[in-house]
Nanobody, 117 residues
Framework: QAQLVESGGGLVQPGGSLRFSCAASGSIFGSYVMGWYRQAPGKQRELVATITGTSTNYADSVKGRFTISRDNTKNTVYLQMNSLKPEDTAVYYC????????????WGQGTQVTVSS
């Protein structure tokens, strides 16, 4: 069964950095757009970043601070988060959406990030 397993996250001070990893199992990865979403308390889940091949897309709020990358040999996607702000506090989710059939989606378990002094 296809799975996305996240690691990383935690508590960090403003201005700090964190790195997420998302390992894909099963048949996920090569034919999928990989991405990261987040959901803050009381808010809707929002796109953070996606990567298709070498093409990346970022939410305006994270441009210049976050970097998404993927290692196809390890079936893993990464999110490097720098210059973190309190408003980045949220549960972060890894996502895989099939390139040809976007309704085929998988989600990771979610990982809490708290940015606070």
């Amino acid at each position: 069964q296809a799975q996305l397993v996240e690691s990383g996250g935690g508590l960090v001070q403003p201005g700090g950095s964190l790195r997420f990893s998302c390992a894909a199992s099963g048949s996920i990865f090569g034919s999928y757009v990989m991405g990261w979403y987040r959901q803050a308390p009381g808010k809707q889940r929002e796109l953070v970043a996606t990567i298709t091949g070498t093409s990346t897309n970022y939410a305006d709020s994270v441009k210049g601070r976050f970097t998404i990358s993927r290692d196809n040999t390890k079936n893993t996607v990464y999110l490097q988060m720098n210059s973190l702000k309190p408003e980045d506090t949220a549960v972060y989710y890894c996502n895989a959406a099939h390139l040809m059939v976007p309704t085929i989606k998988y989600w990771g378990q979610g990982t809490q990030v708290t940015v606070s002094s």
